[in-house]
């Protein structure tokens, strides 16, 4: 049997991905069954779970009045957990619980007896919006990460009702399905701080549930992380550990070509988009990048961009010409191309064909809406797909309606076989063999025009520069997010190249979240 995590992305480190992992409910399950069949007693990890609960809550509230909502199921354990250490520590406590006392089972009913006998009176209401009464906090652990049917009856009815007042939510806010991110905004509530255990959830990270979740605390509980090596999880958090080591290293013995060439085609209108792409390549650190420019507006590409090669191009044949050059190392196609533009096609097409990795973003996917098979057999070296969700839904519609952003970009990735990065305030970036991570650096300011040109030249950048490609898909969604929120409110895409290199260099060392 191969090693654990051998199978990972070129340039992505086993040890970070394990850190980093996003784990689907019944991946966490796993995880749990096999610490307890390692000889931990789930009552342990439940009694942990619920002091973590408690902690977080003294953490950051003046003592009061708690309002306790548990389920039917563990996660309602670890509310009455956390209840039980919450009256201990001179908290007024109320505990709504769903359904009947009788009917919990294992860890869960363990945990209500103990609340109860170490209750002097009968404490367990009927969950209900009563129970919020005078609640200067309020514990959500009506149901874990593993849901996926929304809440009804007293559940939604009392989860609704918790309007403004603080939100402890233990594991998820109690609605959130922990591996898609889905779910009813009207019944689920916005946590200030969601405790959850182990490893994060997929749900934690995508939209919509990511915005409900306030600070997301992970508790180690004491599951056993040799469990990681048994399920192999194949999705992460995107953090520098993963990649950092794969971040091009500069070297005296360089020249400008052997610090990576890049080629950018230019096109006839938006001429600012190829000029921003270039601009992130070069702040990436390649030494040379050669814009590929028609003939007419060679003088304005040229003007706007001292440090790189334009050439000013007659035709298609003279820009499949100017990509035989053999120094080349990578070629980003897309930016301002123009969707009418003669030849745009081909021009994709001969890149593809060229040998060397292709970063495909904008206009080169959407030229190809009505054959992308087109697109993808014709891959001659690894590639890089940019889309936005509307780019993604042209290239690939069946998949576009999927419920689950990292599977819509997984199966595209398999599909296609390129690196697929697909953007947004959750950017999921996957390969063709399924490993996949989410993005959570970027800020909503990002959402501005152009600044997916400067994204496309970054990865064009940091791939010429002989990074490997999903590793420098990572990086530059990562790095990308960080100059942004460098750049604050108010940021237009051109602020962005110039920040580039100090994030660049303050990702070299790892720093572990
Ligand atoms: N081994 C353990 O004991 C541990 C348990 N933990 C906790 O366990 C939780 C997971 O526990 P469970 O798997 O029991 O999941 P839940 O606590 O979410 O409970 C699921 C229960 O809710 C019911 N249910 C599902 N959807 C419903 C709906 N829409 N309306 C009404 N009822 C519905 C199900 O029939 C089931 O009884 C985690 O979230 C975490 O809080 C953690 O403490 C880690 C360790
Ligand atoms: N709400 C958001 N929060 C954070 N980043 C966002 C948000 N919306 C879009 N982005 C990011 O902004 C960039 C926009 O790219 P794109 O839509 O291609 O614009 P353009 O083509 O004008 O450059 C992408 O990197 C995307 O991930
Ligand atoms: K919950």
């Given amino acids: 049997m191969s090693s654990p995590f051998a199978n990972l992305p070129t340039g992505i480190d086993g040890s970070a991905w394990k850190r980093q992992a996003l784990l689907t409910p019944v991946e966490m399950g796993r995880a749990d069954s096999i610490t307890i069949e390692n000889g931990t007693p789930g009552y342990t990890l439940m009694l942990v779970a619920g002091e973590a609960v408690a902690d977080a809550v003294c ?30 520590r001179g908290w007024s406590v109320r505990l709504g619980l769903l359904g009947d006392r009788t009917e919990l089972k294992g860890d ?28 200067t906090v309020v514990i ?9 049917r929304d809440p ?53 990270k995508l939209l919509p549930g990511r915005v409900l979740c306030g600070d997301l605390s ?25 990649w950092a080591s794969a971040l091009p290293e500069e070297s005296p013995f360089h020249h400008k070509y052997s610090r990576g060439y890049l080629m950018v085609a230019g096109g006839p209108e938006m001429i600012g988009a190829a000029c921003l792409a270039t601009r992130a390549a070069q702040r990436a650190g390649v030494g040379m990048v050669t814009v590929a420019a028609p003939l007419a507006q060679a003088p304005l590409y040229r003007l706007a961009l001292q440090s790189a090669v334009v050439r000013g191009l007659k035709d298609t044949r003279g820009f499949l010409d100017c990509l035989e050059d053999a120094r080349l190392t990578a070629a980003l196609i897309g930016p301002g191309l ?10 994709v097409l001969g890149v593809l ?54 599977e819509m970009a997984r199966r595209a990735a398999e599909r296609s076989g390129a690196v697929v990065l697909l953007k947004g305030y959750d950017t999921v970036i996957a390969d063709p063999s399924g490993w996949a991570v989410v993005n959570d650096s970027a800020p909503p300011t990002l959402a501005v025009a152009g600044a997916g040109d400067v994204l496309a030249g970054l990865a064009a950048g940091l791939i010429a520069k002989g990074m490997p490609v999903f590793a420098a898909a990572c990086a530059a969604a990562y790095l990308h997010g960080v100059a942004a929120d460098r750049a604050g409110s108010g940021l237009i895409a051109e602020d962005l190249p110039d920040l580039l290199p100090e994030a660049i260099e303050r990702s070299r060392i790892p720093r572990v979240r």
């Fill in 353 to 406: 064909r060229a040998n060397i990795p292709a970063i495909l973003d904008a206009d080169a996917l959407s030229i190809f809406a009505d054959s992308p098979d087109s697109l993808f057999q014709h891959r001659a070296a690894p590639m890089l797909l940019t889309p936005h969700m509307g780019e993604f839904a042209r290239l690939f519609p069946d998949l576009s309606t999927l419920d689950n952003k990292v």
């Fill in 338 to 347: 123009g969707d009418e533009a003669a030849g745009s096609h081909e021009r």
């Fill in 140 to 148: 959500d652990a009506v149901f874990g990460a593993g849901l996926n």
């Fill in 59 to 88: 953490d950051r509230f003046e003592t009061g009045t708690v309002a306790v909502l548990c389920g039917p199921g563990n996660n309602g354990g670890d509310g009455f957990v956390a209840a039980k250490i919450l009256a201990s």
């Fill in 108 to 135: 869960a009913a363990q945990a209500a007896a103990d609340w109860v006998a170490a209750s002097s009176e009968e404490t367990v209401e009927p969950l209900s919006p009563e129970i919020l009464t005078d609640a």
């Fill in 218 to 242: 992970i508790c180690d509980i004491g599951i056993d992380t040799t469990a990681l090596n048994v399920i192999e999880p194949k999705l992460a958090l995107n953090r520098p550990d993963l």
């Fill in 152 to 204: 009804e009856g007293s559940a939604a009815e009392t989860l609704s009702a918790i309007g403004n007042r603080p939100v402890v939510a233990v594991d998820v806010p109690s609605g959130l399905f922990g591996a898609n991110g889905a779910c009813n905004r009207d019944i689920t509530p916005k946590a200030a701080v969601t405790v959850t255990f182990f490893r994060g959830k997929p749900g934690h």
